[in-house]
T-cell receptor
Framework: KAGVTQTPRYLIKTRGQQVTLSCSPI?????VSWYQQTPGQGLQFLFE???????NKGNFPGRFSGRQFSNSRSEMNVSTLELGDSALYLC????????????FGPGTRLLVL | AQRVTQPEKLLSVFKGAPVELKCNYS??????LFWYVQYSRQRLQLLLR??SRESIKGFTADLNKGETSFHLKKPFAQEEDSAMYYC????????????FGTGTRLLVSP
């Protein structure tokens, strides 16, 4: 069974640009959650998606948005990038909302210059 | 607000020594607690959860509600246990948001 996949793996952008990251959960998993990992703040919850609906959002500005498609794949978008958005973005999938995130992807490392 | 504290950034032990990675939390309700592990150049993965009361790779963790702690223990450390360990809290079942601690790097020397 293929694991959680994230694309792209690495990304370099400049301030003011926007970026879209993709996450494909394990087949059959319907819950996808996103986390931002930085050296200063550690792992912070961004969003949770289930059945194409955002169920919960972390304490991030509106520049951070996301969506989930009918095949459970999820995308997150960051608009008007700032230097502080440089981070590793992780997504995780689980079969249901009842299960805590069990399987994480390798992450997308975003560098904003 | 919910908070998870892992007081040690680095814990260095010798092979065969006991290990205890500390985790304390603050939450007024009844949380679920988890330990996640990230080995070098590998993905973050769930190690164990307090609800299961299981032992994984020789590790155990007991939820102490009185002391609001969920320390991870192993009686005899192995070199392959060297990794980054994160304690995490979930406020209730069906609520995917995890609050993570800052992590403790465990280094097991031969």
């Amino acid at each position: 069974k293929a694991g959680v996949t994230q694309t792209p793996r690495y990304l370099i952008k400049t301030r003011g640009q926007q970026v879209t990251l993709s996450c494909s959960p394990i087949s059959g998993h319907r819950s996808v959650s996103w986390y931002q990992q930085t050296p200063g703040q550690g792992l912070q919850f961004l969003f949770e998606y289930f059945s194409e609906t955002q169920r919960n959002k972390g304490n991030f500005p509106g520049r951070f948005s996301g969506r989930q498609f009918s095949n459970s794949r999820s995308e997150m978008n960051v608009s008007t990038l700032e230097l502080g958005d440089s981070a590793l973005y992780l997504c995780a999938s689980s079969l249901t909302r009842a299960e805590a995130a069990q399987y994480f992807g390798p992450g997308t490392r975003l560098l904003v210059l | 607000a919910q908070r998870v504290t892992q007081p040690e950034k680095l814990l260095s032990v010798f092979k065969g020594a006991p290990v205890e990675l500390k985790c304390n939390y603050s939450y007024s309700g009844s949380p679920e607690l988890f330990w996640y592990v990230q080995y070098s150049r590998q993905r973050l993965q769930l190690l164990l959860r307090h609800i299961s009361r299981e032992s994984i790779k020789g590790f155990t963790a007991d939820l102490n509600k009185g002391e609001t702690s969920f320390h991870l223990k192993k009686p005899f450390a192995q070199e392959e246990d060297s990794a980054m360990y994160y304690c995490a809290l979930r406020m209730n079942t069906g609520f995917q948001k995890l609050v993570f601690g800052t992590g403790t790097r465990l280094l097991v020397s031969p």
